[in-house]
């Protein structure tokens, strides 16, 4: 069975850093394009980072770049998200999903899907 699960959410700071963790279980991330997706209350999902299976690409969101680095260790089965100089605005529940066929699948909806961890940014 196909699982993933997040963790390294909570509570922190303006200014502060968090690193996100995406651990995958049931499967071998090798071969999965991974995103990480967030959702703030009363806003439509969106897309934040995502990185291929070969981890020779990634993209972020203009929000996000030169902020957050997203990175992978296929030998732990686990994806990071590392999140720098966070701001209010980030704060959301993130969701790591997998695809083999790559990020533009995820962001169409497609894939495995964990069930978030929330990160608030607040004073």
């Known amino acids: 069975q196909l699982q993933l699960v997040e963790s390294g959410g909570g509570l922190v700071q303006p200014g502060g850093s968090l690193k996100l963790s995406c651990a995958a279980s049931g499967f071998t991330l090798d071969y999965y394009a991974i995103g990480w997706f967030r959702q703030a209350p009363g806003k439509e999902r969106e897309g934040v980072s995502c990185?291929?299976?070969?981890?020779?690409?990634?993209n972020y969101a203009d929000s996000v770049k030169g902020r957050f680095t997203i990175s992978r260790d296929n030998a732990k089965n686990t994806v990071y998200l590392q999140m720098n100089s966070l701001k209010p605005e980030d704060t959301a529940v993130y969701y790591c999903a997998a695809d083999p066929l790559g990020c533009l699948l995820l962001h169409q909806g497609f894939g495995s899907w964990g069930q978030g961890t929330q990160v608030t940014v607040s004073s």
């Open positions: 990185i291929s299976s070969s981890g020779g690409s990634t």
